[in-house]
């Protein structure tokens, strides 16, 4: 596999050389941050002979025709629930705040992303991130009292519409095919991006992206909100609704919430933070995030919103023994599959250790029974069924990547160990927090670092506990509404 920076450096380029206006609903261009799940679709950018390059050419047209087919197919399948879609009339909205419906969304509690900002006034405009319908997502969500306006958009139109978009899409992909083929302004490499690039152009994800923005636009123009509230993290449809803003609808304050911890090797959030004008607004989850935005000289203004994470100290009483550390895997079935591994792998060893492995919320019980049927869950490693503050209690560590999870446990003074194979800091939320985080790359490093951490750790628990609990109290503030204020 390429490196990461050297796979974002020429993404970005090619994008600019080709148009970024025309692509930038396009997914293949946007490395949020380098987790398996995003790299794996770069994995064949190594072959750059000529038989590669030609063999990629040659079968571009039919995987474009294949992706164009299989959205139209999924139109027609799907017409019923398309064209339920309907842009609400008839009600003030003063803010329309973007979030995501996932697996981790409880109907009965409130927005994961933004819990009770949302008023009476403003409406919730869900992307379902799930497999499944509108219509169940929406009953479910009925049921609760914390959404008087939410709208659920779909990642499909009407047939006519899907084939009028797809049209434009594939222009723009034989473009890129024409380009890789004429142009000597790109490098081999740059040329095999812009094939796999010309495919992606009619795939779901970028199609769902144009939807997206298709359902937006409708709801901005029927409805004329003060302002729009969009997450950060570095995805290709915050830059498409940015550039909404900016050149359709200037008189709507653009607010974007940093809500999730945020990684040095995170490119899209970076990508996404430059094209903010001054009339927008950053909007950071704790002091420690708000700075770094602050160091960064952006045309935004940066303003202190708070997470729904903030909690208060705890400054728990821990039993010594057994030792207990916690597994906090990221959201999708890569990091899953790597965590398991690790903690099989370690109670199957000498350590004397309680382990605990915790499922990321947004993963549903369908999708992880393949990888967690494999593990031998007993006395020694067992599967999470408890709240996370729960577990945090427990714990005297964490191994974490870039799960907010290894954050969350400063304030109970649960020590973090950061495990990443590759071996670099690129993924470490606590990274910009200035705190040595330990790092090892497998089960053997990992006997190695936790040998003299654990010495370490009941020397000067108190010491440590103290610096845990500074950072704690600093990553996430208590949620300030006044921040959505206009400016």
């Given at each position: 596999?390429?490196?990461?920076?050297?796979?974002?450096?020429?993404?970005?380029?090619?994008?600019?050389?080709?148009?970024?206006?025309?692509?930038?609903?396009?997914?293949?261009?946007?490395?949020?941050?380098?987790?398996?799940?995003?790299?794996?679709?770069?994995?064949?950018?190594?072959?750059?002979?000529?038989?590669?390059?030609?063999?990629?050419?040659?079968?571009?047209?039919?995987?474009?025709?294949?992706?164009?087919?299989?959205?139209?197919?999924?139109?027609?399948?799907?017409?019923?629930?398309?064209?339920?879609?309907?842009?609400?009339?008839?009600?003030?909205?003063?803010?329309?705040?973007?979030?995501?419906?996932?697996?981790?969304?409880?109907?009965?509690?409130?927005?994961?992303?933004?819990?009770?900002?949302?008023?009476?006034?403003d409406l919730i405009f869900y992307h379902n991130n799930t497999l499944l319908s509108r219509t169940k997502i929406f009953h479910e969500l009925s049921q609760g009292n914390y959404r008087p306006n939410f709208l659920i958009t779909t990642k499909s139109l009407g047939i006519r519409q899907t084939l009028q978009l797809q049209v434009r899409n594939l222009h723009i992909a034989l473009n890129m095919l024409k380009t890789a083929l004429k142009s000597r302004l790109f490098t081999p490499l740059e040329q095999k991006i812009l094939?796999?690039?010309?495919?992606?152009?009619?795939?779901?994800?970028?199609?769902?992206?144009?939807?997206?923005?298709?359902?937006?636009?409708?709801?901005?123009?029927?409805?004329?909100?003060?302002?729009?509230?969009?997450?950060?993290?570095?995805?290709?449809?915050?830059?498409?609704?940015?550039?909404?803003?900016?050149?359709?609808?200037?008189?709507?304050?653009?607010?974007?919430?940093?809500?999730?911890?945020?990684?040095?090797?995170?490119?899209?959030?970076?990508?996404?933070?430059?094209?903010?004008?001054?009339?927008?607004?950053?909007?950071?989850?704790?002091?420690?995030?708000?700075?770094?935005?602050?160091?960064?000289?952006?045309?935004?203004?940066?303003?202190?919103?708070?997470?729904?994470?903030?909690?208060?100290?705890?400054?728990?009483?821990?039993?010594?023994?057994?030792?207990?550390?916690?597994?906090?895997?990221?959201?999708?079935?890569?990091?899953?599959?790597?965590?398991?591994?690790?903690?099989?792998?370690?109670?199957?060893?000498?350590?004397?250790?309680?382990?605990?492995?915790?499922?990321?919320?947004?993963?549903?019980?369908?999708?992880?029974?393949?990888?967690?049927?494999?593990?031998?869950?007993?006395?020694?490693?067992?599967?999470?069924?408890?709240?996370?503050?729960?577990?945090?209690?427990?714990?005297?560590?964490?191994?974490?990547?870039?799960?907010?999870?290894?954050?969350?446990?400063?304030?109970?003074?649960?020590?973090?160990?950061?495990?990443?194979?590759?071996?670099?800091?690129?993924?470490?939320?606590?990274?910009?927090?200035?705190?040595?985080?330990?790092?090892?790359?497998?089960?053997?490093?990992?006997?190695?670092?936790?040998?003299?951490?654990?010495?370490?750790?009941?020397?000067?628990?108190?010491?440590?506990?103290?610096?845990?609990?500074?950072?704690?109290?600093?990553?996430?503030?208590?949620?300030?509404?006044?921040?959505?204020?206009?400016?």
């Amino acid at each position: 596999m390429l490196e990461p920076r050297l796979i974002e450096y020429h993404l970005s380029k090619v994008q600019k050389e080709i148009g970024e206006t025309s692509t930038l609903a396009n997914t293949y261009f946007r490395l949020v941050k380098p987790i398996e799940e995003n790299l794996k679709v770069y994995a064949n950018l190594e072959k750059l002979n000529k038989v590669s390059f030609f063999t990629g050419i040659i079968l571009a047209p039919l995987r474009i025709s294949i992706e164009i087919l299989k959205s139209l197919g999924i139109a027609a399948i799907r017409f019923r629930e398309s064209s339920g879609f309907e842009v609400p009339e008839g009600i003030q909205i003063q803010r329309i705040f973007v979030s995501h419906f996932t697996h981790a969304q409880l109907p009965s509690g409130p927005d994961v992303f933004f819990d009770q900002l949302p008023s009476k006034n403003d409406l919730i405009f869900y992307h379902n991130n799930t497999l499944l319908s509108r219509t169940k997502i929406f009953h479910e969500l009925s049921q609760g009292n914390y959404r008087p306006n939410f709208l659920i958009t779909t990642k499909s139109l009407g047939i006519r519409q899907t084939l009028q978009l797809q049209v434009r899409n594939l222009h723009i992909a034989l473009n890129m095919l024409k380009t890789a083929l004429k142009s000597r302004l790109f490098t081999p490499l740059e040329q095999k991006i812009l094939i796999e690039a010309s495919i992606s152009q009619v795939s779901r994800k970028t199609l769902a992206n144009q939807i997206n923005l298709f359902r937006l636009d409708a709801l901005l123009a029927q409805n004329k909100p003060t302002s729009l509230v969009i997450t950060l993290e570095g995805h290709a449809f915050e830059s498409l609704y940015t550039e909404l803003i900016h050149t359709k609808y200037p008189e709507v304050q653009l607010l974007a919430y940093q809500h999730a911890p945020i990684v040095p090797d995170q490119f899209g959030l970076m990508r996404n933070l430059l094209k903010l004008k001054t009339n927008d607004v950053v909007l950071s989850s704790g002091e420690i995030t708000k700075d770094f935005f602050a160091s960064l000289g952006l045309s935004a203004t940066v303003r202190l919103l708070g997470s729904p994470k903030w909690q208060p100290l705890s400054q728990d009483s821990k039993e010594s023994y057994p030792t207990t550390v916690l597994g906090a895997a990221e959201g999708t079935l890569e990091s899953l599959q790597k965590f398991s591994q690790l903690f099989q792998d370690l109670a199957t060893s000498d350590l004397d250790l309680k382990l605990i492995l915790r499922v990321h919320p947004a993963l549903s019980a369908k999708e992880t029974s393949g990888i967690l049927s494999k593990l031998n869950f007993g006395e020694r490693l067992v599967l999470s069924n408890q709240s996370l503050e729960r577990d945090l209690k427990e714990s005297h560590f964490c191994i974490y990547r870039s799960s907010a999870v290894g954050i969350e446990g400063l304030r109970h003074g649960v020590f973090p160990l950061y495990f990443n194979p590759n071996g670099d800091q690129g993924l470490n939320p606590l990274y910009f927090a200035k705190l040595e985080v330990p790092v090892f790359r497998d089960l053997s490093e990992f006997k190695d670092l936790f040998s003299s951490i654990r010495d370490l750790h009941s020397k000067v628990a108190w010491n440590q506990n103290e610096v845990l609990l500074n950072i704690g109290a600093t990553y996430y503030s208590k949620l300030n509404p006044s921040a959505l204020n206009r400016l």
